[in-house]
């Protein structure tokens, strides 16, 4: 079974940007896949960035997500990956990304992003 994979987390100045990978291990993405990312932050609930595509490459964000978050995938590479520009305090959460392949969902276990100011 494909078991997505986050890395790309760290310690960032507020104002900073960053980019996360989404890989996976076991197989990889193909066809309909989707690959979403969400943020949990400390004492939240998850939140939906956005999603993308694997073989058309559509991407839909969150209302709360338009403007400083970008998803795109990278065929060549086999990797999905969100882009964030101009870090903020609010923005430190665990980054996660699961596939959605038909009605299967898999996560990934997340990386952590700190935003210092």
């Known amino acids: 079974q494909v078991q997505p994979a986050e890395s790309g987390g760290g310690v960032v100045q507020a104002g900073d940007s960053l980019t996360l990978s989404c890989s996976v291990s076991g197989g990889t993405f193909v066809g309909d896949d989707m690959v979403a990312w969400y943020r949990q932050a400390p004492g939240k609930e998850r939140e939906v960035i956005g999603t993308i595509t694997w073989d058309a490459g559509s991407r839909h964000y969150a209302d709360s997500m338009r403007g400083r978050f970008t998803i795109y995938r990278d065929y060549h590479e086999n990797r999905a990956w969100l882009h964030m520009n101009g870090l903020k305090p609010e923005d430190p959460a665990i980054y996660s990304c699961?596939?959605?392949?038909?009605?299967?969902?898999?996560w990934g276990q997340g990386t952590q992003v700190t935003v210092s100011s």
């Open positions: 699961n596939l959605q392949r038909g009605s299967v969902v898999c």
